[in-house]
């Protein structure tokens, strides 16, 4: 497999090459209004006049399709990239909330349970953040399984496996979020009945 790296060299390489293709085209375009001067002018070599243009055009119209369809599969294997780059930061964002949702500290106090209960808002809020990320990043994979991607499999099965992390992260965090407050109302009572 390639990594992200020489997906993205192999596309600036292949950019160059199309740039240099395109510098020939006035040359090739000169070249063959030439031929068809001299085959309107009657030249005595006229038969193979036409058939050397006729191969020139063809040549070049391949030449054309060809390098417009690899830097179709370049672009296509950029994305693969680009996605699997972005899940694995992902799986990481995600493991490491998850050991922080895991945690059995509600607060031993109630400044400390209110401080637990604040961090907490924070990771529901970014919860949310990446649930939008991941959205997106399930209509990218569609469209690349879609278009039979080569690693179509590999995508398809990074996306579930981020979308299962993510769906048990927002249930972990409902469980948190629901122990930390009966540890912050625990706190109050017992510090009010304590008064």
Known sequence: GQNLYQAKSMEKKHKKLQAEIL???????????????LIEQKHPE???????????EEEWNNLQSKADERARKLELSLKAQQYLSDVGEIETWLSEKNNILKSTDYGRD??????????HKTIEL???TYSAIIQEMGHAAQ????????????I??????IEKMLKSLQKLAAQRQRRLMESLYRHEYFGESAD
């Open 110 to 119: 109630r400044d400390s349970a209110t401080k637990l209960l604040t961090k």
């Open 143 to 154: 469209i690349m399984i879609s278009a039979k991607h080569p690693d179509s499999k590999a």
């Open 23 to 37: 510098g020939h085209e006035s040359m090739i375009n000169k070249t063959l209004a030439i031929g068809q001067n």
């Open 156 to 161: 398809s099965s990074k996306q579930q496996m």
């Open 46 to 56: 006229k038969s193979n006049i036409e058939s050397s243009c006729k191969n020139l």
């Open 126 to 128: 970014e919860l949310d």
